[in-house]
């Protein structure tokens, strides 16, 4: 490894000044004159001299990282919303430090508490399912640390949130259902204490009842992990009471709607109607093709990151209690409509265009 | 931010011990008695101290991260091998630290450049499409930070590699294709300096050979970037010449193969027959499912792990030469299959039991 103490003692002694000097010209200090800062600039970039970041960070308390606390990675809205934040980022020449929870909240708290140590400026975090414990995010605010949260937040403890329009997104989701229809409609979605979650529901809630639709706690069924949601759910769609709809609160819900139709042979839509938010790429592609709330996943990355920098850059215009809100669009496909025994290619063009 | 040097003075205050000797007891050094250990790690705790990494780093050299450098996020592939390292990681108590290069060379140069500060303790890259330039690399091995290459690699520069079989994978695939008919066949692939684009293009042709198929210069086609690839490939399937069967070097080829097969109505697979490599969540389910050749994502990156935190702990047995190789697995699905119109659940079924 290379080590910065020789580099300025040789850049020192090839100009011959003293170390210090060249240390404090390299941080570009006003008390060096600006012939000897070029000197010690020609001769460093000369050498390929690197400053070691823990020694500079130390000096100037800046890691010029940002970390991002995702809940799971193999997911095309984290992704997305990873290309936002790093494009904010690179624009104000930061690095940006992916951890994933792995939707474990003991994971959620050692990063957390690792965070809390100096290593990054700032933090972007989406919350796991598995807690609503936030005694952890308390420590990183009370150590001054700028914290923004997005999507999956907890609105409560004074931090800015960015998020989409959770509950009026799933309104008109479910009423699109209705309207094609659907009058038992199962709503599936990750744990309740996740704000995504609740929000999300309720907005199924309130459309069905503006609907006269039954709804009780048969409405909703609650994922806590994939292996058990997956049996619980095709007990669900083969029994006697199967739902006609299924509105996936998040994607990967909707895939294991997908597979187990293809097991069972269950026919997407004439028998079962289904809709999930979601950012999947093959979202078009699946037979049938998959109707999608398409969350706006890339601006609400960048978003969150630009009000973290302006915390960083301690800019006065932040208020904590800033809540930003990106709405979702609706982009209807074969899942969803007619009674269709196999995917048309007419219908998917009138969903592909609306998304142009 | 919580600073060090005031947490070290109050534990040696309250303990009536000087700071040098907390700062010792808190290295665990043998220099200080079980007893006085005791003491301060139990004060520690309570005072919720953390130390600070930056100064930790400089004292031990260490930086207890490891980062890995990929070309692009939203890919299935990659993500599975970051869960693989993250896996090994974990054990190991070190953080990831995830840069993602776009697939351009000036961002992997400026992240090598980076991480030859001492950010990390050691590096795991996938190369980037855009360049062959190996100098920034050369680099980082000169400073000493250990180095593993994973699925896209530099062989020549004395580096372990984790790879699959990509030329063995690759000729079975090619195979595949004209047992199910097909004879005029083209290879999409990423630029040719790439070690996956050489190799299986290499397959590719040995198998066509094998059959007395024609290669030439029409037999592949290299994705520069997507756009021109997308119309140059359009131009393909619908002119006169139009290939029978596309074997796709890589995931998000196949996936603009089923867009523009979509837009201009060809059908998979009686008009066109389509494989991938690819680690697809959702190929099963598409219209019709994708036959992929199925990488060993997570044992890949577990592998590349566990040998570059067998260089960070100088362990002897590491020979920079070694290249590991973990097998692929082809997946025929319907999109290779028959001369169906539409996707058949039983074939499906046939496909998916032989995933298991």
Same mark, same amino acid.
């Given at each position: 490894?290379?080590?910065?103490?020789?580099?300025?003692?040789?850049?020192?002694?090839?100009?011959?000044?003293?170390?210090?000097?060249?240390?404090?010209?390299?941080?570009?200090?006003?008390?060096?004159?600006?012939?000897?800062?070029?000197?010690?600039?020609?001769?460093?970039?000369?050498?390929?001299?690197?400053?070691?970041?823990?020694?500079?960070?130390?000096?100037?308390?800046?890691?010029?990282?940002?970390?991002?606390?995702?809940?799971?990675?193999?997911?095309?809205?984290?992704?997305?919303?990873?290309?936002?934040?790093?494009?904010?980022?690179?624009?104000?020449?930061?690095?940006?430090?992916?951890?994933?929870?792995?939707?474990?909240?003991?994971?959620?708290?050692?990063?957390?508490?690792?965070?809390?140590?100096?290593?990054?400026?700032?933090?972007?975090?989406?919350?796991?399912?598995?807690?609503?414990?936030?005694?952890?995010?308390?420590?990183?605010?009370?150590?001054?640390?700028?914290?923004?949260?997005?999507?999956?937040?907890?609105?409560?403890?004074?931090?800015?949130?960015?998020?989409?329009?959770?509950?009026?997104?799933?309104?008109?989701?479910?009423?699109?259902?209705?309207?094609?229809?659907?009058?038992?409609?199962?709503?599936?979605?990750?744990?309740?204490?996740?704000?995504?979650?609740?929000?999300?529901?309720?907005?199924?809630?309130?459309?069905?009842?503006?609907?006269?639709?039954?709804?009780?706690?048969?409405?909703?069924?609650?994922?806590?992990?994939?292996?058990? =949601?997956?049996?619980?759910?095709?007990?669900?769609?083969?029994?006697?009471?199967?739902?006609?709809?299924?509105?996936?609160?998040?994607?990967?819900?909707?895939?294991?709607?997908?597979?187990?139709?293809?097991?069972?042979?269950?026919?997407?839509?004439?028998?079962?109607?289904?809709?999930? =938010?979601?950012?999947?790429?093959?979202?078009?592609?699946?037979?049938?093709?998959?109707?999608?709330?398409?969350?706006?996943?890339?601006?609400?990355?960048?978003?969150?990151?630009?009000? &973290? =920098?302006?915390?960083?850059?301690?800019?006065?215009?932040?208020?904590?209690?800033?809540?930003?809100?990106?709405?979702?669009? &609706?982009?209807?496909?074969?899942?969803?409509?007619?009674?269709?025994?196999?995917?048309?290619?007419?219908?998917?063009?009138?969903?592909?265009?609306?998304?142009?």
């Amino acid at each position: 490894m290379m080590s910065e103490k020789i580099d300025l003692r040789r850049i020192a002694r090839e100009l011959n000044i003293s170390v210090s000097t060249v240390s404090r010209a390299l941080r570009d200090s006003h008390e060096i004159s600006v012939e000897t800062k070029q000197k010690v600039f020609a001769l460093a970039h000369q050498l390929n001299y690197v400053p070691n970041p823990y020694a500079s960070s130390l000096r100037r308390q800046k890691s010029k990282t940002i970390g991002v606390i995702l809940p799971e990675l193999p997911n095309n809205f984290f992704t997305h919303v990873v290309n936002g934040i790093e494009y904010v980022a690179r624009q104000k020449d930061y690095h940006v430090l992916i951890y994933i929870t792995h939707e474990q909240a003991s994971q959620e708290k050692a990063l957390i508490r690792h965070l809390q140590s100096g290593r990054v400026d700032g933090v972007l975090a989406s919350v796991c399912a598995q807690t609503n414990d936030i005694e952890h995010f308390l420590g990183l605010i009370q150590l001054g640390i700028p914290l923004v949260f997005f999507d999956r937040v907890y609105e409560e403890i004074g931090v800015p949130t960015v998020t989409t329009n959770d509950y009026e997104a799933s309104f008109a989701a479910t009423e699109h259902l209705i309207q094609q229809g659907c009058k038992h409609i199962l709503h599936v979605c990750l744990p309740l204490h996740l704000s995504i979650s609740r929000k999300r529901l309720e907005g199924f809630c309130a459309a069905m009842k503006k609907y006269g639709l039954l709804v009780d706690s048969h409405s909703w069924l609650v994922a806590d992990d994939m292996e058990s =949601f997956y049996r619980a759910l095709e007990t669900r769609l083969i029994g006697n009471c199967a739902p006609d709809g299924i509105f996936a609160s998040v994607e990967k819900l909707a895939i294991t709607v997908y597979h187990i139709c293809q097991k069972r042979g269950i026919r997407i839509p004439d028998q079962l109607k289904v809709l999930a =938010f979601s950012n999947l790429e093959t979202a078009a592609l699946l037979a049938p093709p998959l109707t999608t709330v398409t969350q706006p996943a890339f601006e609400m990355g960048k978003k969150a990151a630009e009000i &973290l =920098f302006r915390k960083i850059e301690k800019r006065r215009e932040i208020f904590e209690e800033q809540h930003y809100v990106i709405p979702s669009a &609706l982009i209807a496909r074969a899942s969803t409509l007619g009674r269709l025994s196999y995917p048309k290619f007419s219908e998917e063009h009138v969903a592909m265009n609306a998304e142009k």
